[in-house]
């Protein structure tokens, strides 16, 4: 029972869920691949995606805010959820008809498709409340339970996805709608976790709202720039390119995803424990050890998927999807500065610095915009797995060198490894 119960605190069960959580998403993304020909495999995409970036713009950065101040003034967590139901509802609302009016404007959609888009926009405000949620439930350090959330909205949707290709109900209606319930069970889980720790009451209190968005607005621009790296090509693909280069590039995507549950679990700890350390030497290791586990333990992994590649991927995803092999290993070699990224952006917002990662993110984002517009329209999708491994290595160094300049260390003090460093035997500060 002991070995049993690591699993539900901190890393262990952070490590566990996260790879639960990207083997469903890896699960559906190879039940799709055989499911469906790359143009549909795309345009399915396409009416995922705009929905989930709407979300992303709305979130405005309150999130990490929320994290930061419930622990610390827990007398004010009415009022914290108090905004993050309105921002949820109202703005969320909002943005969620401003999209059904614009998006289809960019995007030339199949009738069926554009149906689908209209009927997922009503995941925006939902996806907005059950992150709010998640993030109270990480700032008071449930990690468990923060895993928790995060685990049924994948699941379920792999679960969903698997169902019907099962009983043979291949179309993007029906993977749309289990997609739209999973979202909605999700949040339900979210909102209970919330009720059942805090209690909240309605409380509007102006002092706080100024405080939050204050804070908020610094995260903003990192989470933000940081997202748009992550789903800007395939925004940008959706209206530039066929839905078939689309295709072949998730594919390519959700090929290279398997790596990413090391660094999204380090990442997830690594906000609590730099926030929590005493002081400033003690939150130094704690980013240090953080990223160095994430080197150590990603690089290898990364090394075997690349030579793999070749003949895994066509087994996985199928035969139609040969041309997704070359970008899956130029985006395998990418994972490293992605998954690091996350990593030293969560150890500056600990640090204090909030709006230094969204300074590394900006500037990364203007690397992919730029590169976008012009290797796209002559490489294709080719343009855009580079792109994006020019963009993630970019913002890497850009944040260590904000991590030497906040702590005062050395550059090759990020690459000084130690076993004894990386695993003491007592618990860090």
């Given at each position: 029972m002991k070995f049993l119960k690591i699993f539900t605190q901190g890393l262990p069960n952070t490590l566990l869920i996260t790879a639960c959580?990207?083997?469903?998403?890896?699960?559906?993304?190879?039940?799709?691949?055989?499911?469906?020909?790359?143009?549909?495999?795309?345009?399915?995409?396409?009416?995922?995606?705009?929905?989930?970036?709407?979300?992303?713009?709305?979130?405005?950065?309150?999130?990490?805010?929320?994290?930061?101040?419930?622990?610390?003034?827990?007398?004010?967590?009415?009022?914290?959820?108090?905004?993050?139901?309105?921002?949820?509802?109202?703005?969320?609302?909002?943005?969620?008809?401003?999209?059904?009016?614009?998006?289809?404007?960019?995007?030339?959609?199949?009738?069926s498709a554009r149906i689908c888009l209209m009927w997922n926009l009503v995941t925006v405000p939902l996806s907005l409340l059950s992150g709010y949620?998640?993030?109270?439930?990480?700032?008071?350090?449930?990690?468990?339970?923060?895993?928790?959330?995060?685990?049924?909205?994948?699941?379920?949707?792999?679960?969903?996805?698997?169902?019907?290709?099962?009983?043979?109900?291949?179309?993007?209606?029906?993977?749309t709608f289990v997609y739209i319930l999973s979202v909605i069970i999700g949040c339900v889980v979210a909102v209970g976790f919330i009720f059942k720790y805090f209690k909240p009451k309605w409380q509007w209190q102006v002092e706080v709202v100024k405080r939050v968005f204050l804070y908020g607005?610094?995260?903003?621009?990192?989470?933000?720039?940081?997202?748009?790296?992550?789903?800007?090509?395939?925004?940008?693909?959706?209206?530039?390119?066929?839905?078939?280069?689309?295709?072949?590039?998730?594919?390519?995507?959700?090929?290279?995803?398997?790596?990413?549950?090391?660094?999204?679990?380090?990442?997830?700890?690594?906000?609590?424990?730099?926030?929590?350390?005493?002081?400033?030497?003690?939150?130094?290791?704690?980013?240090?050890?953080?990223?160095?586990?994430?080197?150590?333990?990603?690089?290898?992994?990364?090394?075997?998927?690349?030579?793999?590649?070749?003949?895994?991927?066509?087994?996985?995803?199928?035969i139609k999807y040969t041309h997704s092999i070359l970008l899956a290993q130029i985006l395998l070699a990418g994972v490293i500065f992605q998954g690091s990224n996350v990593i030293l952006g969560h150890a500056l917002r600990g640090l204090g610095h909030p709006g230094k990662p969204a300074i590394a993110e900006g500037m990364g984002l203007i690397v992919t915009i730029v590169l976008l517009l012009w290797l796209v329209p002559i490489y294709g999708a080719l343009g855009a797995a580079l792109t994006s491994l020019a963009a993630y290595a970019l913002v890497t160094f850009a944040q260590l060198y904000f991590v030497k300049q906040v702590t005062k260390i050395k550059i090759y003090d990020f690459f000084m490894f130690s076993i004894k460093f990386l695993f003491p035997t007592k618990r860090p500060s």
């Open positions: 959580v990207v083997a469903s998403g890896f699960l559906s993304g190879v039940i799709l691949g055989h499911a469906l020909a790359p143009t549909l495999r795309g345009e399915f995409a396409a009416v995922l995606l705009w929905p989930s970036v709407l979300a992303i713009l709305g979130e405005l950065g309150l999130g990490f805010a929320f994290s930061f101040y419930v622990e610390k003034e827990k007398d004010k967590i009415d009022a914290l959820w108090t905004i993050a139901c309105l921002v949820s509802f109202v703005w969320g609302g909002m943005l969620a008809i401003a999209g059904g009016m614009a998006i289809p404007l960019l995007v030339h959609f199949s009738s949620a998640a993030l109270f439930l990480l700032g008071t350090n449930r990690i468990f339970q923060y895993n928790v959330v995060r685990l049924l909205n994948a699941s379920l949707y792999s679960l969903g996805v698997v169902l019907l290709f099962f009983f043979h109900r291949i179309t993007i209606e029906n993977f607005g610094k995260t903003y621009l990192s989470s933000l720039a940081s997202q748009m790296n992550l789903r800007f090509d395939q925004l940008y693909m959706s209206s530039a390119v066929s839905f078939e280069q689309l295709g072949f590039y998730v594919v390519a995507v959700s090929f290279s995803s398997m790596i990413m549950p090391l660094f999204v679990s380090l990442a997830i700890v690594t906000l609590p424990r730099v926030t929590l350390a005493k002081d400033l030497s003690a939150k130094t290791e704690q980013t240090i050890r953080y990223f160095q586990l994430g080197l150590i333990t990603g690089i290898p992994p990364m090394i075997v998927a690349i030579i793999i590649a070749p003949w895994l991927l066509p087994i996985l995803f199928s």
